[in-house]
T-cell receptor
Framework: EAGVVQSPRYKIIEKKQPVAFWCNPI?????LYWYLQNLGQGPELLIR????????DSQLPKDRFSAERLKGVDSTLKIQPAELGDSAVYLC?????????????FGPGTRLTVL | LAKTTQPISMDSYEGQEVNITCSHN???????ITWYQQFPSQGPRFIIQ???TKVTNEVASLFIPADRKSSTLSLPRVSLSDTAVYYC???????????FGTGTRLTVIP
C-alpha cells in the first residue's frame, strides 16, 4: 500500500514569492493534516481536514497561508508571499477517521528554503 | 492541553534496552498515549499506542501506570538504526490538542 505522497521534496524560493505544496493521502483516509516542523522542534499542526472540510485551522496564519482539499482527497498548501521565517519542513499526514486512537501516517515532507 | 515532558537526549550502547519516560500530568480521561519515531529527512512514524497498563508490539513496549500521569517507551536491544528522535504524544488523534513537543533524541553507540 502506498504511503502519503508529498511533492516537491525540496523547494528553494526567494522571499515574497509564492509557493505551493501538494499532498496525496493514503487511499481511504478521510482525515488529512498539514504540519510545520522547524529545525530541532516537533511538528506543529497547521490545519486538519475531515473530507473537504477544514475542521481545525486555528494555527494557520491566514494572512499568507491557504489550503484546500478539493473532492476530499488531495490537498494543497500555499504560501503567498513567502517570508524568510517560513523556511521549514512542511509535513502532510493522514488518518482513517481522525477519531481517538486513529494512527496518523506521515509523508516525507517538503523542505522549504526561503532566501 | 495535555503537554508532555521528555528527556531532551539519551545515549545507549548497541544491544541494550532503552527506556524513555514521558510525563503527562494533565492527561484527560479519554486521551491516548502515542509514540512516534522520526529519522532525519523523514516524517514521523508511528511506533506504539496505548491507553492503560501495558502494550507490546514487534518493535516496542509501552508501560502506563494506573494514574496515567506518565508512560515509558521500552525499546529492547537497540541497534544503530534506532538512532532517531522519539516523540510522546497525548491526546485524541483528530482533536486539536495533539502536541508533539521537542521529543527525545536517542543516540545508539556502537
Amino acid at each position: 500500500e502506498a504511503g502519503v505522497v508529498q511533492s516537491p521534496r525540496y523547494k528553494i524560493i526567494e522571499k515574497k514569492q509564492p509557493v505551493a505544496f501538494w499532498c496525496n493521502p493514503i487511499s481511504g483516509h478521510n482525515t488529512l493534516y498539514w504540519y510545520l516542523q522547524n529545525l530541532g522542534q516537533g511538528p506543529e499542526l497547521l490545519i486538519r481536514y475531515e473530507n473537504e472540510e477544514a475542521v481545525d485551522d486555528s494555527q494557520l496564519p491566514k494572512d499568507r497561508f491557504s489550503a484546500e482539499r478539493l473532492k476530499g482527497v488531495d490537498s494543497t498548501l500555499k504560501i503567498q508571499p513567502a517570508e524568510l521565517g517560513d523556511s521549514a519542513v512542511y509535513l502532510c499526514a493522514s488518518s482513517f477517521e481522525g477519531l481517538a486512537g486513529d494512527t496518523q501516517y506521515f509523508g516525507p515532507g517538503t523542505r522549504l528554503t526561503v532566501l | 492541553l495535555a503537554k508532555t515532558t521528555q528527556p531532551i537526549s539519551m545515549d545507549s550502547y548497541e544491544g541494550q534496552e532503552v527506556n524513555i519516560t514521558c510525563s503527562h500530568n494533565n492527561i484527560a480521561t479519554n486521551d491516548y498515549i502515542t509514540w512516534y519515531q522520526q529519522f532525519p529527512s523523514q516524517g514521523p512514524r508511528f511506533i506504539i499506542q496505548g491507553y492503560k497498563t501495558k502494550v507490546t508490539n514487534e518493535v516496542a513496549s509501552l508501560f502506563i501506570p494506573a494514574d496515567r500521569k506518565s508512560s515509558t517507551l521500552s525499546l529492547p536491544r537497540v541497534s544503530l538504526s534506532d538512532t532517531a528522535v522519539y516523540y510522546c504524544l497525548v491526546g485524541q488523534t483528530g482533536a486539536n490538542n495533539l502536541f508533539f513537543g521537542t521529543g527525545t533524541r536517542l543516540t545508539v553507540i556502537p
